[in-house]
């Protein structure tokens, strides 16, 4: 069917080309016979002066051919209706000499009987093929929403509801989002059940979460449980160049959703179109504000006996207009965030189905070995530790597999063995890493050291693998936040103790900036401040129409600037002391360990154990006296919490 659709537009296409050029060679052809053309009088003069060789005519045609003695051509026009031989003799012209001679030929065709059509057809035709050209061209445009002038079409894909795809057997880790939709369903399929009792469905649906948390495939997932047409457009689709396009598509896609209701509309990345009004540039007369007072309108003018959910998605509400999710449009958000380690046992069982998997494979140590990880991640881990499968020749997908794969998506890239480092830079590379392992297990609150390496990966020449004991919701204390610190600046010092503080190189500037900004966000965000008390210091200005923080509102005084600057000074150095109390403490132990690095190159498991055990924790009270206290056994990371730390890189 679709090859028979190729051939025939590119006949079609064939026929207007020909007739271009046709039209195009005639043209130029009358143009260039015009430019060589004589006046009859010139033509009778040449005729008395012996200058012609021929003269060719035609019976009832006005224009003659005239070959002069020399075998040139040119072009004549009759100035009457009578014939070129009655002409002749009334200059008399005489066609022969005396002695009988003959002067030059004068050959007259008779007028063929369809010489008249053939003309009517010539003049016809160039306007016959302008006005098929320009119909057939429009016909292609309104008939399909892909073409050139389809600017008013919507181009959102229609899903059959006949067939479902998706369903909420295919999507794990979302329970309560799925359940605030099984409303939505129920409504769809039994829209009586609501009426009954007075009840009105919201007409939007509004799921806020992080990329990759699967707004899209939550919402597919509705469309397949509940058997009705799916329309997916995403919001940059609306807006065009051409003022008012973005309005027409609007109403085109919701006069489609009306022929096939009930159906769900989903818009991904609604906040393309859907940013606060009057924030942006480009006035009242922007067409992205003017797509966004269609959609309102639209929404607003549907029927109550219409059932059309509009399903939205966005990573940022806090730009949206607040007219967009007033009650009414979009009057129910649905959170979805990154799954808690029960949800992301589901997710992984959801994406390793028909998949090959040995039987060391354990889904639930995978699942506490990815904290913070979000649908699309962990679907990349299975995909990364399947690629990885395939590349060792093995026939099914292992533990170690999905182990580095975890490490591969959290760190950015594969491991880079064929890096070439020298001894000096091994060495100095192992105390870094060993510095942030040991300050981690000797700091109280820090999170485990599940592992140590100094195997460049990424853009980092080593790293340290911290994962947090369980789900912490974001929720973090000063304690937690001192520990980061510390553990932060123990690569550094590590170097500093070893090799002395002229030899201490810039593998710790990533450390630095992280230093700088924890310390500067718990005295002017969090309010973990003794000396300034809980007040947050400065307000991020932001442009609605770029998304994006531009400055910071400064609403305190120089005085106080300069106590935060000394709270963080001194956050900062309290961490840098505790740090170097650890390290002097425990200093064979991070000669052990960078020694181990250099011999194995990576260090986990028992081994990696047997080494921080021996580490002395530095123990903080509250009245901040300090003592040593040996650090008890288990520092293997068997649980899994809100984020993953970054390796620490060295």
Known sequence: MGDNRWLKNSFVYLIILVAALALFFQYFGQNSAQSNEKGIAEVIADAQAGRISEIQAQAGEEQIIVTDANGNKYRSRLESTDSIMSLLAQYNVPLTEESGETRFVVNVDPAPAWGGLLSIFTVLLPTLLLIGFFVFFMRQAQGSNNQALSFGKSRARMFAGDKPTVTFADVAGQEEAKQDLTEVVEFLKFPDKFVALGARIPR???????????????????????????????????????????????????????????????????????????????????EREQTLNQILVEMDGFDTNTNVIIIAATNRPDVLDPALIRPGRFDRQVVLDAPDVRGRTEVLKVHVKGKPLSDDVNMEVIARQTPGFSGADLMNVV??????????????????????????????????????MTDRQKLVVAYHESGHAIVGAGMPKANPVQKVTIIPRGRAGGYTLFLPDDDTLNLRSIAQFKADLAVSLGGRLAEEIVFGTSEVTTGASGDLVSVTRTARAMVTRYGMSERLGPLVFGEKEELIFLGREISEQRNYSDEVARQIDEEVYQLANEAYENARQILLTNRSVLDDMANALLEVETLDGERLKELLNRVVQLSINLDGKENGSKLDGNVTASSSGDKMNPPLPA
Not at 392 to 404: A, C, P, V
Not at 407 to 418: C, D
């Open 383 to 420: 995909n990364e530790a399947a690629i990885l499968a395939a590349r060792r020749s093995k026939k099914k997908i292992g533990m170690s597999e999905l182990q580095d794969s975890i490490e591969r998506v959290a760190l950015g890239g594969p491991e880079r063995r064929s890096r070439v």
């Open 204 to 286: 939007g649906v509004l799921m806020v979460g992080p990329p990759g948390t699967g707004k899209t495939l939550l919402s597919r997932a509705v469309a397949g449980e509940a058997g009705v047409p799916f329309f997916s457009i995403s919001g940059s689709e609306f807006v065009e160049m051409f003022v008012g396009v973005g309005a027409s598509r609007v109403r085109d896609l919701f006069d489609q959703a009306k022929r096939n209701a009930p159906c769900i509309v989903f818009i991904d990345e609604i906040d393309a179109v859907g940013r606060q009004r009057g924030a942006g540039l480009g006035g009242s007369h922007d």
